[in-house]
């Protein structure tokens, strides 16, 4: 279902709609954090608008690089977001890079604002694979299995249409409302600000690296996709990181203890 419906001219893509459900959720969701931990709930506009901006900017400029041959003959389609077409790890670096504007021009804590982001990441990105699923982009491999799905629509970005395929939409869109369940487990009991940011970024890598093996990207470098591949720095990165703070944190009890 590509096209949620059409009033005469006006065709609305469901895939841009369950961006903006996606985006509006995140927003209500980074304000409730940021009144939890003392900020003016507002910041979360110019944290979302800033992050929308340079997320789509990344997310679709990975896709086009990684996609060049289909934009060779129509350029034009380069532009065209609301179709589909958006890679997280690009969303991930450009929205990270323009929130950090936001950080610098407001003066913020780097570690704050990114606990305050990491729940609302988990859930925009659930809903945006419902999205992905109803258009047809990021697909799985071909399978047998009885939970398989069929496209049939010309419209969809699935390819080939007519044979059961991997519903890796609907994994990724599951394993998000898990990360989602487990960071707001845990965000009560960490003392470490931008420990639940490394929680969220170790958790979405290991579960990507895991789902990459049913989705039907190219393969990239050693037998693994692009996506795989990052999956995989994010996985060791955040688990570093994680032990970091974990070690300072050990260090300081005992400082503490000594005196």
């Known amino acids: 279902m590509p096209i949620l419906f059409k009033i005469g001219p006006l065709t609305v893509h469901t895939y841009g709609v ?9 927003l209500l969701l980074i304000r ?12 979360a506009y110019d944290i979302v608008l800033f992050a929308m901006i340079g997320g789509i900017i990344g997310a679709r400029l990975v896709y ?45 804590s780097v570690g704050k604002v990114a606990d305050m982001v990491a729940p609302a990441m988990a859930v ?5 694979r419902l999205g992905c699923f109803a258009n047809g982009c990021c697909y ?4 047998s299995s009885f939970f398989g799905v069929t496209y049939t629509n010309e419209l969809a970005s699935a390819r080939p249409l007519g044979v059961s395929l991997y519903p890796t939409q609907l994994f990724e869109f599951a394993y998000n409302l898990v990360i989602l369940g487990i960071l707001w487990w ?15 970024i170790t958790l979405y890598g290991f579960f990507r690296f895991i789902v990459e093996f049913f989705r039907a990207d190219p393969v990239f470098y050693l037998g ?12 060791v990165a955040g688990l570093g990181i994680i032990f970091v703070y974990y070690f300072r944190t050990n260090q300081l009890e005992v400082k503490r203890a000594g005196k």
């Open 140 to 143: 799985g491999k071909e399978t």
């Open 64 to 108: 086009v690089i990684d996609y060049w041959r289909d934009f060779v003959g129509n350029p034009a389609q380069m532009f065209a977001i609301w179709t589909g077409g958006l890679i997280f790890y690009g969303g991930l670096i450009g929205g990270a890079l323009a929130v950090l504007v936001v950080i610098k021009i407001k003066k913020l």
């Open 186 to 200: 845990v965000r009560p009991k960490l003392k470490s600000d931008g420990l639940l940011f490394w929680m969220y």
């Open 124 to 128: 925009g990105s659930a809903i945006g």
């Open 224 to 235: 693994m996709s692009a996506s795989q591949l990052f999956s995989l720095v994010m996985l």
């Open 32 to 43: 409730h954090e940021a009144k939890q931990k003392g900020f003016n709930p507002d910041i």
């Open 18 to 26: 369950a961006m903006a459900v996606a985006f509006l959720t995140g």
